[in-house]
């Protein structure tokens, strides 16, 4: 089945421990993006990666990292968690095939809390 | 700047009757429009899109939306509402001037839509 996973899928944590979630895609997919997703604000693009080893920053990239050393995998990187980190974070994936016009399949989400 | 509206966050409607969930748009180049759809404690959906050709774009579960150049507007439709249409809806769009934000993809705040029966 064609999918994007997201591990774990709800997380609570504690200010300044570090933390990954991991996304992975199983549909060869060059393109792949980290959202979160706040009440009244919609999705914000976080960091997003045209291909391996090729990443860029959307629109709130401040306090994440992300990583791209595999095509499948894209892993969100908080280092020093805060509370205003605590959000619903997706991970989407889409063929480039040289165009940008391929819609997104998106994971289930990830709630995290960060206390 | 490259943004996206949806001037409002809710939207009832009778079952039966038709709905729009409105979506505005500001890019520097051509614009890439896209629907999804989010149900309770679910990624989102893809519903349909818009790349160039004809201005009504025809989409899933009988949804359609209108690109209006003019009015830099790509309203989401549907003739009869269903209540299992109720849903979180966004509008996003990609700018393909290839400039600084080549591959950034903009989401509105989102609209939800209730049908009641």
């Known amino acids: 089945e064609a999918q994007v996973t997201q591990n774990p899928r709800y997380l609570i944590t504690v200010t300044g421990k570090k933390l990954t979630v991991t996304c992975s895609q199983n549909?060869?997919?060059?393109?792949m993006s980290w959202y979160r997703q706040d009440p009244g604000l919609g999705l914000r693009q976080i960091y997003y990666s045209m291909n391996v080893e090729v990443t860029d920053k959307g629109d709130v990239p401040e306090g994440y990292k992300v990583s791209r050393k595999e095509k499948r995998n894209f892993p969100l990187i908080l280092e020093s968690p805060s509370p205003n980190q605590t959000s619903l974070y997706f991970c989407?994936?889409?063929?480039?095939?040289?165009?940008?016009?391929?819609?997104?399949?998106f994971g289930p989400g990830t709630r995290l809390t960060v206390l | 700047a490259q943004s996206v509206a949806q001037p409002e966050d809710q939207v009832n409607v009778a079952e039966g009757n038709p709905l729009t969930v409105k979506c505005t748009y500001s890019?520097?180049?051509?614009?890439?429009l896209f629907w999804y759809v989010q149900y309770p404690n679910r990624g989102l959906q893809f519903l349909l899109k818009y790349i160039t050709g004809d201005n009504l774009v025809k989409g899933s579960y009988g949804f359609e939306a209108e690109f209006n150049k003019s009015q830099t507007s790509f309203h989401l439709k549907k003739p009869s509402a269903l209540v299992s249409d109720s849903a979180l809806y966004f509008c996003?769009?990609?700018?393909?001037?290839?400039?600084?934000?080549?591959?950034?993809?903009?989401f509105g705040r989102g609209t939800q839509l209730t049908v009641w029966p």
């Open positions: 989407a994936s889409s063929y480039l095939r040289g165009k940008l016009n391929n819609e997104q399949f």
């Open positions: 996003a769009v990609r700018d393909d001037d290839r400039g600084s934000t080549l591959g950034r993809l903009y």
């Open positions: 549909m060869n997919h060059e393109y």
């Open positions: 890019v520097s180049g051509n614009p890439y």
